[in-house]
């Protein structure tokens, strides 16, 4: 597995913008396809974005569709979550998790199965 830090949360007012990033370490980076997931307090965790192990492919969450950008940089070994026009809604801790997987077919999401420890996005109205 990839081991993978979080980065990038905090307070935002409702319109604003925010950047997360994740960096990776140990296994090959470029290996894995990545994806953003959050959770809401009381609610299941729930899918956001994922990126092919290239970039050449991304996926969204119908509800973050026009507002999020997914990017990764294999130099760099981290993905990116770009958030723009931030809603309450939106208020979840965020993670980061990747799959390994050399396609530009998404993995399914439930085969991700290296996490991070999560950053928390509170966008207040």
């Known amino acids: 597995q990839v081991q993978l830090v979080e980065s990038g949360g905090g307070l935002v007012q409702a319109g604003g913008s925010l950047r997360l990033s994740c960096a990776a370490s140990?296994?090959?980076?470029?290996?894995?396809?990545m994806a953003w997931f959050r959770q809401a307090p009381g609610k299941a965790r729930e899918f956001v974005a994922a990126?092919?192990?290239?970039?050449?492919?991304?996926d969204y969450a119908d509800s973050v569709k026009g507002r999020f950008t997914i990017s990764r940089d294999n130099a760099k070994r981290t993905v990116y979550l770009q958030m723009i026009n931030l809603k309450p809604e939106d208020t979840a801790v965020y993670y980061c998790?990747?799959?390994?997987?050399?396609?530009?077919?998404?993995?399914?999401?439930?085969?991700?199965?290296?996490w991070g420890q999560g950053t928390q996005v509170t966008v207040s109205s």
């Open positions: 140990g296994r090959t980076f470029s290996n894995y396809a």
């Open positions: 998790a990747g799959a390994r997987q050399r396609t530009q077919a998404m993995p399914a999401k439930t085969n991700f199965d290296s």
């Open positions: 990126v092919s192990w290239n970039g050449g492919s991304t």
